[in-house]
Every structure is written in structure tokens, then in C-alpha cells.
């Protein structure tokens, strides 16, 4: 989980990352805990659906402090706490809905903070997590308060990293780039070192 600021092709600067889980991966590990089948992400957003938003709270990891990096790690704790203490059944829809809230506040408060200390007008949302409804509705709630855009891949490409690449290759060929065949690869690229040619 990152947010950067993108001035142009091969312009980025990253505002804030996340210091352990991403929030994907948060979400993934916590429907884990709950029982649920992989892909977590969008398990544990369907029994949210059937959760009681004020039933069980959760803390907001890292929005007191003025930063923009984010920590999921600590959630997955407090519900594995939650799930021994209230083990019912019927409890899991509402801890999968207290998890769900705390990080899409979370994802909330850092994306505002981070229009508001660029004063950027923008806001582009990718990656698995994105296609999460409480999310979007939550920005676009925003957006409209605020007066930022929200731009988001279609719900079904937010999971699809070839897609994303895909695109990014384009963009770049459309800008005139060219890479020999024998440029190599890499597993990991972290994006503030990538650079238009």
C-alpha cells in the first residue's frame, strides 16, 4: 500500500508506504483468521455486508500521527483477540465489518491528508483492494465533500497486476520508449526508481 505523488510518466514521489502488511495483504491474513477462503479480500467484504458497524471497534492504525505510511499489521491481532473473546458465529460478520471500517478509514484519512498537503485535485485508487465498495463509496463521499476526483479501474481489472503492467508498458511505448529484449527483470521495482527514458 503506497501513496505517490505522479507528475507525469516516470515522475513519481512517494508520499507514504506501508511500514509492514499492505492492506491487501491485511485483508487476506484477517479473512484467514476468520475462517474464510482465499482470495480473502473480497471473502471477508461480503460477510462485512452482514456486520453491525457498532458492535465491535477497531483503532486506525497510524492516523494520529501527522505521516502519511501506514501499519495493517497490528488489526490482524486485535482480531484474533476479538474472534477468541467473542467466538459465535454470529459475531464473525460483525468483526469482519469492524476490520473492513478501520481500514478503509484509514485508507481515507491518509488519501486526504495527502490531497491536502500536495494540493493535488486527483486521486487515482489501484490494486485489489480498490475494487473494495466501502472503499469507493467512502472516497467518492470524499471526492464530492472535498472536491477531489476519484479515478478507479473497472472492478474487475483492480486485481489484475498483468493488466496494470500491461498499461504501464503502453503508456511508455506510446511515449516513445523502447527496451531491448535482453533489458532483464526484476520481482520487485520499487516505483520511486523508475524514471521515463
Not at 58 to 72: A, C, H, Q, V, Y
Not at 131 to 151: I, P, S, T
Request: with cysteine; net charge negative.
Amino acid at each position: 500500500t503506497l501513496l505517490a505523488q505522479v507528475d507525469g510518466l516516470g515522475r513519481y514521489t512517494i508520499l507514504g508506504e506501508s511500514v509492514d502488511d499492505a492492506a491487501g495483504e491485511a485483508f487476506d491474513k484477517t479473512a484467514k483468521l476468520l475462517g474464510l477462503p482465499y482470495p480473502g479480500g473480497p471473502a471477508l467484504a461480503r460477510l462485512a455486508e452482514h456486520g453491525h458497524s457498532d458492535r465491535f471497534t477497531l483503532p486506525r492504525p497510524m492516523t494520529g500521527k501527522p505521516g502519511l505510511d501506514f501499519s495493517f499489521s497490528g488489526l490482524k491481532t486485535q482480531v484474533r483477540l476479538l474472534a477468541e473473546a467473542h467466538p459465535q458465529p454470529e459475531h464473525r460478520a460483525d468483526i469482519a465489518r469492524a476490520f473492513e471500517d478501520a481500514v478503509v478509514d484509514t485508507l481515507l484519512i491518509k488519501c486526504r491528508r495527502a490531497l491536502a498537503q500536495t494540493g493535488l485535485s486527483a486521486l487515482v485508487v489501484a490494486g485489489g483492494v480498490s475494487a473494495n465498495r466501502r472503499l469507493r463509496a467512502a472516497l467518492d463521499a470524499a471526492g464530492a465533500a472535498d472536491g477531489f476526483a476519484v479515478h478507479y479501474p473497472p472492478p474487475e481489472l483492480c486485481t489484475d497486476n498483468g493488466a496494470m503492467v500491461a498499461f504501464a508498458g503502453c503508456l511508455r511505448l506510446q511515449a516513445g520508449e523502447q527496451t531491448d529484449a535482453d533489458c532483464g527483470a526484476r520481482a520487485r521495482w520499487p516505483l520511486g526508481t523508475l524514471s521515463a527514458a
